[in-house]
């Protein structure tokens, strides 16, 4: 494996085979992104020192590296210890969805902001530069181009060259006591009798927030499986200009009917219920907890936004569901600068909490 010579991304070829018609790889993947997109990571990436990566060599990275893996009980153990000789295969997605209509994304719970949670489900967070920079990462590492290198990978494992398209972010939908949870994973894959779940995360500090979006993309897929595995790669530690670094792996193993696992459907209960009051609040920024405004680490990345629905609320002065609401004008939408003309904050797909 090396380093791309033309942008920020790890190949597992020894020669670039960019401009050999029989292949394609990451680098032609470019010209399908926004050029604005693009440079934004490109020049966070830069400044950071890290890489983006194929999904591939991520299932692999769980081969040739052997982080500790942390146990419910609070203990640890060797993740080559887990695996044994066992091979790793990409998992095929298959359970679907069966609602167009979703309460809460699994991604939100790693925000601890009500209102971000629910800008996240609007057309707002469109403005987030971290988002457009996130979205550029997981198209690299996941999207799936005709006679793509990459596949070599899995077969190098000793996998089938499986079609990124069958096992990486393809929706998911975990219904719990009616509330529907949408979200997509990165990758899913099969181990010893464990079903895994692969991450690739920008921030480089491991949230017990991201083994929670995990195990609901787990449960989605397959609620009886008695043992997941969930793996979060996070950018390496440290702001080290022209690094290039590959990611740190974060690795939890959880059971059915776990700690992990009730924690999670208590979590998505309290989140239901804490936004469909927010939404519903005539004074909704009176319920906002300001310290996760600015913290040590900077402004929240929907500071600005919430700083422009907040004048919009000084004007309007009503619930926070009828400022995200089709119910006001485009041209006073595009005005306060949400949206594009034509579109709406909250898309159809949104279906608003109703009941608490």
Same mark, same amino acid.
């Given at each position: 494996?090396?380093?791309?010579?033309?942008?920020?991304?790890?190949c597992?070829r020894?020669?670039c085979?960019?401009?050999?018609?029989r292949?394609?790889?990451?680098?032609?993947?470019?010209?399908?992104?926004?050029?604005e997109?693009?440079?934004l990571?490109?020049?966070?990436?830069?400044?950071?020192g890290?890489?983006?990566?194929?999904i591939?060599?991520?299932?692999?990275?769980?081969?040739?590296?052997?982080p500790?893996v942390?146990?419910e009980?609070?203990k640890?153990?060797?993740?080559?210890?887990?695996?044994e000789?066992?091979?790793?295969?990409?998992?095929?997605?298959?359970?679907g969805?069966?609602?167009e209509?979703?309460n809460?994304?699994a991604?939100?719970?790693?925000?601890?902001c009500?209102?971000?949670?629910?800008?996240?489900?609007?057309?707002?967070?469109?403005?987030?530069v971290?988002? #457009?920079? &996130?979205? !550029? @990462?997981?198209?690299?590492?996941?999207?799936?181009?005709?006679?793509?290198?990459?596949n070599e990978? %899995? $077969?190098r494992?000793?996998?089938?060259?499986?079609?990124?398209?069958?096992y990486?972010?393809?929706?998911l939908?975990?219904?719990?006591?009616?509330?529907?949870?949408?979200?997509?994973?990165d990758?899913?894959?099969?181990?010893k009798?464990m079903?895994?779940?692969?991450?690739?995360?920008?921030?480089?500090?491991?949230?017990?927030?991201?083994?929670?979006?995990?195990?609901?993309?787990?449960?989605a897929?397959?609620?009886?499986?008695?043992?997941?595995?969930?793996?979060?790669?996070?950018r390496?530690?440290?702001?080290?200009?022209?690094?290039?670094?590959?990611?740190?792996?974060?690795?939890?193993?959880?059971? #059915?009917? &776990?700690e !992990? @696992?009730r924690?999670?459907?208590?979590d998505?209960e309290?989140?239901y219920i804490?936004?469909a009051? %927010? $939404?519903?609040?005539?004074?909704?920024?009176?319920?906002?907890?300001?310290?996760?405004?600015?913290?040590?680490s900077g402004p929240?990345?929907?500071?600005?936004?919430?700083?422009?629905?907040y004048n919009?609320?000084?004007?309007?002065?009503?619930?926070?569901?009828?400022?995200?609401?089709d119910?006001?004008?485009?041209?006073?939408m595009?005005d306060?600068?949400?949206?594009?003309?034509?579109k709406?904050?909250?898309p159809?797909?949104?279906?608003?909490?109703?009941?608490l």
């Amino acid at each position: 494996m090396k380093k791309c010579p033309h942008f920020p991304f790890m190949c597992d070829r020894n020669v670039c085979v960019k401009d050999d018609d029989r292949y394609t790889c990451g680098y032609d993947l470019l010209s399908l992104l926004d050029e604005e997109d693009v440079k934004l990571f490109e020049d966070d990436a830069k400044k950071n020192g890290y890489l983006a990566f194929p999904i591939e060599l991520g299932l692999a990275m769980l081969r040739y590296t052997s982080p500790d893996v942390f146990l419910e009980d609070g203990k640890s153990i060797s993740l080559r210890k887990i695996l044994e000789d066992y091979p790793i295969y990409p998992h095929e997605i298959t359970s679907g969805v069966e609602h167009e209509k979703y309460n809460l994304t699994a991604s939100e719970f790693n925000t601890p902001c009500v209102l971000s949670r629910i800008i996240q489900k609007t057309n707002l967070d469109s403005k987030n530069v971290y988002a #457009r920079i &996130g979205r !550029v @990462i997981h198209f690299l590492m996941n999207e799936q181009l005709d006679k793509l290198i990459h596949n070599e990978t %899995l $077969l190098r494992m000793g996998a089938p060259a499986m079609d990124r398209r069958m096992y990486c972010e393809r929706t998911l939908e975990f219904v719990h006591k009616d509330i529907i949870v949408h979200g997509h994973p990165d990758a899913m894959f099969e181990v010893k009798d464990m079903l895994g779940v692969f991450d690739n995360k920008r921030s480089m500090h491991v949230k017990h927030t991201y083994f929670t979006q995990e195990t609901i993309y787990a449960l989605a897929e397959d609620p009886n499986r008695e043992r997941y595995l969930l793996v979060v790669a996070t950018r390496p530690y440290g702001e080290i200009e022209f690094a290039e670094r590959l990611p740190n792996l974060d690795v939890a193993l959880i059971r #059915r009917g &776990g700690e !992990v @696992i009730r924690r999670t459907l208590k979590d998505i209960e309290e989140s239901y219920i804490r936004q469909a009051e %927010l $939404l519903r609040s005539d004074n909704p920024f009176k319920h906002v907890n300001k310290r996760n405004c600015v913290t040590s680490s900077g402004p929240c990345f929907n500071y600005e936004i919430c700083k422009e629905l907040y004048n919009l609320w000084r004007i309007e002065r009503t619930e926070l569901i009828d400022l995200l609401n089709d119910k006001y004008t485009e041209e006073v939408m595009v005005d306060k600068g949400f949206l594009e003309r034509g579109k709406h904050i909250l898309p159809k797909k949104l279906a608003l909490p109703q009941d608490l």
